[in-house]
């Protein structure tokens, strides 16, 4: 298993894998936190559409993942258009990536954080880009400060590695039809609905 290097991405973006692509890697040239091509990996953009869930659930709430309610599913905000969001302290927003990622069935892309904002305490989790999986990226941004930290639409909020494999798995993503196949802006968790009469 091998990762990848600028050479070998800028070859599968232009075959698809990465689109748009942004060949240099900015941060010195007009942008304080840099997206595009790095020597080892690829920083993802963020685009303009978050999700945050309301925060008028009641202290004593348990959202359950394997009992989502309806309710609890419209409690999620969307803002469609904005260039930046306020993240209030010790909560989250989902984001997306602007560029849709196509992994090849031999690839898997691994998630980082950026370091200017790791160093004011957001964190940024994505689970792994599997062989095989296509969309945008819905990224989950945490604030773990006791203040307002804002994330900007447009600048890079997390670098992918990606390691190469010569053998595909016996069954990609796409191939065993999972949930979030063919993604586009930001994706809430996608589980069975319990009726919330039951």
């Known amino acids: 298993m091998k990762i990848l290097h600028d050479g070998l991405l800028r070859s599968m973006a232009r075959?698809?894998?990465?689109?748009?692509?942004?060949?240099?890697?900015?941060?010195?040239?007009?942008?304080?936190?840099?997206?595009?091509?790095?020597?080892?990996?690829?920083?993802?953009?963020?685009?303009?559409?978050?999700?945050?869930?309301?925060?008028?659930?009641?202290?004593?709430?348990?959202?359950?993942?394997?009992?989502?309610?309806?309710?609890?599913?419209?409690?999620?905000?969307?803002?469609?258009?904005?260039?930046?969001?306020?993240?209030?302290?010790?909560?989250?927003?989902?984001?997306?990536?602007v560029e849709t990622f196509r992994i090849p069935d031999t690839t898997l892309g691994i998630c980082l954080g950026k370091s200017s904002y790791a160093r004011l305490g957001i964190i940024v989790n994505v689970t792994p880009l599997e062989p095989g999986w296509e969309g945008q990226v819905t990224v989950e941004i945490s604030n773990h400060t006791p203040y307002h930290v804002r994330v900007h639409a447009g600048h890079g909020i997390s670098q992918f590695v990606f390691l190469d494999n010569d053998v595909p798995p016996q069954r990609s993503y796409k191939h065993r039809g999972a949930k979030y196949h063919g993604q586009r802006g930001v994706v809430l968790p996608r589980f069975g609905m319990v009726d919330e009469k039951s």
């Open 15 to 97: 075959d698809g894998m990465i689109k748009p692509f942004f060949e240099e890697n900015v941060s010195e040239v007009r942008k304080p936190i840099s997206n595009g091509l790095s020597s080892f990996g690829y920083d993802a953009t963020l685009g303009t559409g978050f999700r945050a869930m309301r925060s008028d659930l009641p202290p004593d709430t348990v959202i359950d993942p394997l009992a989502m309610t309806p309710n609890q599913i419209d409690k999620f905000f969307t803002m469609e258009s904005a260039a930046s969001y306020d993240i209030p302290p010790g909560s989250y927003v989902l984001g997306h990536s």
